[in-house]
């Protein structure tokens, strides 16, 4: 009786928390995981693994030791931040390329900032674009599905050849759609199996842990710019990484903004800067560079896109 | 006197504790040999602009002070790069455009500003020298971790040995822009440590 | 008031006649001096890819004549501007006086160290040897007769190649006016 | 069905199953009452009466000469034992009248009016004032001051808010299902008072008999209508029933009398025809008794003043070990420290929940989900407001709406984090108020 707690309301709550949504994100990533190990073989867990080990370490060493804060490596968020990691490069990477990578995502665009919550950047995404600047040669040595043998991806042939050399490359469109639907081409690990992506993002909208926004004007953006610079919007969409970005990446919770109108322009800005990057920049692909870009403008976008308050008057 | 010159090197070093002249440190620190080269060059600039301007501060209206302070360090620059370009050409062509943009160091400006128009010839010489000095080991030490990290080696010599596979952010301004904010919390947490054991 | 702007004007005065005495006699120690190292520089930039060449003699803007000790001609250099990955940056090709190119040198690139840069590399520019304009094009496959990119940095290849094709086209159309 | 509703919100698990079927009893006269001097908002009332009195049921203990006030009577009759500062389940502590009940419950002469609709407006405000009415929904507004908006602002329109859309609460459903007809005769007075034209009863559709009994009670009287609300919560909110029945959007900073109407809950609805009608003044006021903790809970009839120990007896006691014991809803009640707290008029039920239902996860930081922005009745950025107060930005929390705040609690059931967002409001809009 004397151990009464007391609080301010509201007394009940709903079931999600951090750990929850984190460990779901990780379940809807999993038959991605099964299918880039179908498609690369057994290396692709290590990847993911070294990847994923590293992340849960780095957080652990920095908040126990360096912060002296409650380690909260059990909420998933680590684990989810190295599987997107591991996701986002080539299956042939050394092993400790991967893991590299997880620790600067942690410790500098994740811990630095101060943890789940304040990060500015995405930290799968700051991770990957460190890792392509120090070793841009390994990560974009592309291998095949199953044969495992290298060479450019369809975004490469793209850029340096053009659109006919694509088709030629897969056959016809039939199988260029079918192979890129399915992941049969070379990419990162993650990024190939379109179905597999859309799978586990159903089981996110299913958990409405992600909400439409973010994902279709992105994908829209993406479909109609390259529709109008005359390219073919169902490539745009299923190669690269727009479909693992455009689910799993864009829609970081702490990095996109919080309301769904700021995250439609989010969306909309995502998509209109991979265009132009694929279109204008060096690199075959933009996914990464246009998550970090938008990120940057998340605040101002949380600025000026607020709701109307209940009763208030617009002057 | 040594108070000041060590006040220069450490407490508030120009890089990790001013966060002043974070151009040069982000842009030629990308090898140790020119990261000295910087350091050694904002040394001389910046102790003679300290001389110069504390022996003179009398004589000049408190009008134009800040342009007569930059004639000064202009005069004191163009020498420097001059004689570089005539006798050290290597180190000329690798710090470009740094060299002239001495100028505009708001370190330089800041000290003769802040310091040599108020205090005696003989302290601004000390202070010019920490800062000069500090500005230079700053320097040489982000010099080093760049080289090691980016190419592997340091002054030139090869330390990793051929399986090191480069780091190559490190070479780029991003990559010292991390470093320096990496150093300057390494800077802030030992200086709370130290403080607090006080 | 009259008085203060008088005061002043002598003082910015009495500092730039100081500073500028000061710049006129650094300038009379080191003008000679830079002068020399700019020439040598320039020379050994030229010898470095016609070795057998001993003066060079200016042509046209960016053409040089080699010319060797009994002062026949041995070849040419070319200075070719590449438009680069980050950036605008100069080549140097030396020609022999059947238009194939002897050696190629880079001389100030800002392309991504590690990377881009390697095209300062041997590896890279000695592919350059002997070929001449119609085997200046770059693949990405190991190749014999054409010029193989570099792994990653397909656009710094292509800018020297392009660079230096450009060049030797235009040197030969001066050559044979 | 497209039901009324607002924006936002939230739908948590209802649980009134365990009371919703229970009718309201009269709770055995208690031996002993503590009946705080502050039970509403406004100014505090004056003692009447000394240590030693004997006092009957229904007499004044405390008054104020100040407009927005609420009489205090004794509940029960008996003798004033003490006269200290006792705890109070919202104040803390605040000075009450304690009344050791005598054998018999003897009241005071009470003047009643079966025939009220020959009143002047001015008598009925004056006896619902001397009866010490106030919004029985939880925020105890004297009553009287409610009835009486400035001559510039007339009222069209009152609604009756029977939307109850706390989880757990009960009372005011069963007060609909068995006293449906005294209801309307208090909505009449209120009419009356106002000179509306137009009446709404506002339910959630979970109660459909109270609905339909409503209905049929007020059959026949064209300007009363039943409105069926979704269920969801704050649908009970003032502004979001104003919202949901009339579309009509109170501004912000302003009052439902501003869009010219008045809600009245229906506890008070009913309070007010016992004390025009019946001449009975709110000494007593339904509680419901529930949560899992609570061995037989129930709908009663509360003396005010009633220590929540003796309300929790009457119940059979506690049949686990209670965790957190609050007084009214689990999302915008108030937890108490101990169960010396009486029963005040604001005591819409006493909810006591088990150990293992109380949420003792720790806060983690924000992690932007935006969900606490998609719930808010108010449409406010509740995220912002909990991390401005807690930097200590309250100019800046000012400029996000902070004092619109319903203090509904959707944000912290929703938010992942487990950040007490009202917690940080409330913070915020104290210091504002320092200021």
Redesign the interface.
Same mark, same amino acid.
């Given at each position: 009786m004397d151990k009464l707690v007391v609080s301010t309301s509201a007394h009940i709550k709903d079931s999600d928390s951090i750990p929850r949504i984190m460990w779901g994100v990780n379940l809807a990533l999993l038959p991605v995981l099964i299918a880039a190990v179908y498609f690369f073989g057994l290396y692709a867990l290590g990847v993911v693994l070294s990847s994923v080990i590293s992340a849960v370490i780095t957080e652990a060493v920095i908040q126990k030791f360096l912060f002296k804060k409650p380690v909260t490596v059990s909420d998933g968020s680590a684990v989810t931040c190295g599987i997107l990691l591991a996701f986002s490069i080539p299956p042939s990477v050394p092993l400790w390329l991967p893991a590299v990578g997880s620790f600067v995502s942690i410790a500098?665009a994740k811990q /630095?900032f101060g943890g789940l919550g304040w990060n500015v950047f995405n930290p799968a995404m700051i991770g990957r674009a #460190?890792l392509l600047? /120090?070793? %841009?040669v390994?990560m974009t040595t592309w291998t095949s599905p199953l044969d495992g043998v290298t060479g450019a991806s369809p975004l490469g042939i793209l850029k340096e050849e053009g659109f006919s050399k694509v088709v030629e490359f897969f056959g016809n469109r039939t199988t260029m759609y079918t192979d890129l639907f399915i992941g049969n081409v070379r990419g990162s690990l993650g990024e190939t199996s379109c179905l597999l992506l859309l799978v586990g993002a159903c089981y996110l909208f299913y958990k409405k842990y992600i909400s439409w926004h973010i994902p279709v004007s992105f994908l829209g953006t993406i479909a109609l710019l390259s529709w109008m610079t005359g390219g073919d919007p169902l490539f745009a969409i299923l190669s690269g990484g727009c479909i693992l970005g455009a689910f799993f990446i864009a829609t970081d919770m702490v990095t996109s903004p919080v309301t769904k109108t700021g995250q439609l322009i989010f969306g909309i800005g995502v998509g209109a800067l991979v265009v132009l990057i694929r279109a204008k920049a060096g690199y075959p692909e933009g996914v990464c560079y246009a998550v970090l870009l938008m990120n940057t403008l998340t605040p101002l976008i949380d600025r000026y896109i607020k709701p109307k308050p209940f009763g208030v008057v617009k002057k | 006197m040594l108070k000041i010159f060590l006040n220069g090197i450490f407490k508030e070093n120009p890089i990790f504790r001013l966060a002043l002249a974070l151009c040069p440190s982000l842009a030629v620190s990308?090898t140790a040999f020119n990261g000295l080269g910087m350091g050694l060059c904002l040394l001389f600039v910046i102790t003679s602009s300290n001389v110069i301007i504390s022996s003179v501060r009398n $004589?000049? *209206?408190p009008?134009?002070r800040i342009?007569?302070y930059l =004639?000064?360090i202009?005069?004191l620059v163009?020498?420097v790069e001059? #004689?570089l *370009?005539?006798?050290v050409?290597a180190l000329h062509k690798s710090l470009g455009i740094f060299i002239a943009l001495m100028v505009v160091f708001a370190i330089v400006l800041a000290r003769a500003e802040v310091f040599a128009s108020k205090n005696t010839v003989w302290k601004s010489l000390m202070d010019g020298l920490g800062m000069g000095l500090g500005f230079a080991l700053a320097m040489v030490l982000l010099g080093i971790i760049r080289e090691l990290l980016?190419?592997g080696s340091v002054f030139g010599y090869n330390i990793m040995g051929q399986n090191f &596979? %480069?780091? $190559?952010?490190? $070479? #780029?301004s %991003? @990559?010292a822009f +991390?470093l320096v @904010?990496l150093l300057m919390?390494f800077f802030n947490w030992y200086e709370r440590r130290f403080t607090k054991n006080l | 008031m009259i008085k203060?702007i008088i &005061?002043?004007g002598i003082? +910015?005065m009495l500092?730039?006649l100081v500073?500028g005495t000061? +710049?006129a006699a =650094?300038?009379f120690? =080191?003008?000679p &001096?830079?002068e020399e190292?700019e020439k040598e520089?320039k020379l050994q930039a030229q010898l470095s890819v016609l070795l057998s060449a001993t003066q060079f003699k200016e042509i046209k803007q960016g053409f040089f004549k080699g010319l060797n000790a009994k002062g026949e001609t041995v070849g040419y250099v070319i200075s070719c501007l590449a438009e680069g990955y980050s950036g605008a940056f100069w080549v140097m090709a030396g020609v022999n006086k059947e238009f194939k190119i002897v050696r190629i040198n880079v001389l100030t690139n800002k392309e991504?160290?590690? +990377?881009g840069s390697k095209i300062e590399e041997d590896e890279f520019r000695n592919q350059f040897k002997g070929k001449c304009v119609e085997s200046l094009e770059v693949v990405k496959t190991p190749t014999a007769d054409k010029i193989q990119a570099i792994t990653g940095a397909t656009i710094s290849s292509k800018a020297v190649t392009e660079a230096v094709k450009k060049g030797l086209v235009e040197l030969k159309r001066i050559i044979q006016k | 069905m497209n039901l009324l509703t607002f924006k936002g919100g939230i739908h948590p698990k209802e649980e009134k199953f365990y009371t919703e079927d229970k009718v309201i009893r009269e709770m055995p006269r208690p031996t002993k009452v503590v009946i705080p001097l502050r039970q509403h908002i406004g100014a505090p009332c004056e003692l009447k009466v000394a240590k030693g009195d004997n006092v009957k049921t229904g007499q004044v203990i405390g008054n104020s000469p100040a407009y927005i006030c609420a009489n205090v009577h004794a509940s029960i009759s008996g003798k004033v034992v003490d006269i200290a500062s006792m705890p109070h389940p919202i104040l803390g502590h605040c000075l009450s009248v304690i009344i050791e009940s005598a054998m018999e419950d003897k009241w005071v002469e009470v003047e009643h009016y079966r025939d009220w609709e020959h009143l002047t407006n001015e008598k009925l405000r004056m006896i619902i004032k001397e009866a010490g009415i106030v919004g029985l929904g939880g925020a105890a507004f004297p009553t009287h001051v409610k009835l009486s908006p400035p001559e510039d602002k007339p009222i069209d329109t009152v609604i009756v808010n029977g939307a109850e859309c706390e989880p757990y609460l009960t009372s005011d459903q069963r007060i609909m299902i068995e006293r449906a007809k005294d209801i309307i005769q208090g909505l009449r007075i209120i009419m009356k008072i106002l000179s509306a034209k137009k009446a709404f009863i506002a339910g959630e559709i979970n109660k459909p008999s109270a609905l339909s009994l409503m209905a049929k009670a007020s059959k026949g009287e064209k300007d009363i209508e039943v409105v069926p609300l979704k269920t969801k919560y704050p649908q009970g909110s003032e502004k979001q029933l104003i919202k949901a029945v009339l579309n009509r959007e109170v501004p912000s900073g302003r009052l439902p009398l501003d869009v010219g109407v008045v809600v009245q809950n229906v506890g008070t609805a009913l309070a007010i025809m016992e004390a025009v009608v019946l001449g009975k003044p709110l000494i007593d006021r339904t509680v419901t008794v529930t949560g899992l903790a609570v061995k037989e809970p129930q709908n009663f009839r509360v003396r005010i003043g009633t220590l929540f120990q003796d309300v929790i007896d009457a119940c059979g006691g506690f049949d686990k070990e209670p965790g957190k014991i609050i007084m009214g809803g689990p999302m915008m009640g108030i937890a108490q420290k101990s169960t010396d707290v009486p029963v005040i008029k604001g005591t819409s039920g006493i909810l006591v929940l088990p150990k293992k239902e109380v949420n003792l996860s720790h806060p983690r930081d924000c992690i932007r989900c935006g969900r606490c922005i998609e719930v808010c009745p108010m449409r406010l950025m509740p995220n912002m407001l909990g991390i401005l107060v807690e930097r200590a930005k309250f100019d800046e929390a000012k400029r996000y709406h902070l004092l619109d705040c319903i203090e509904c609690g959707s944000c912290g059931y929703v938010c992942p984090s487990n950040r007490s967002l009202v917690h940080f409001i409330k913070l915020g809009k104290f210091k504002i108020s320092k200021k």
């Open positions: 500098i /630095c #460190f600047i /120090c070793w %841009p390994e | 990308n $004589l000049i *209206h009008k134009i342009p007569a =004639t000064i202009a005069v163009t020498m001059a #004689f *370009h005539a006798y050409p980016g190419s &596979k %480069p780091i $190559l952010i490190m $070479l #780029f %991003p @990559g +991390l @904010g919390g | 203060d &005061k002043i003082n +910015l500092i730039c500073g000061i +710049l =650094t300038n120690i =080191t003008a &001096k830079i190292v520089a991504t160290p590690g +990377l | -």
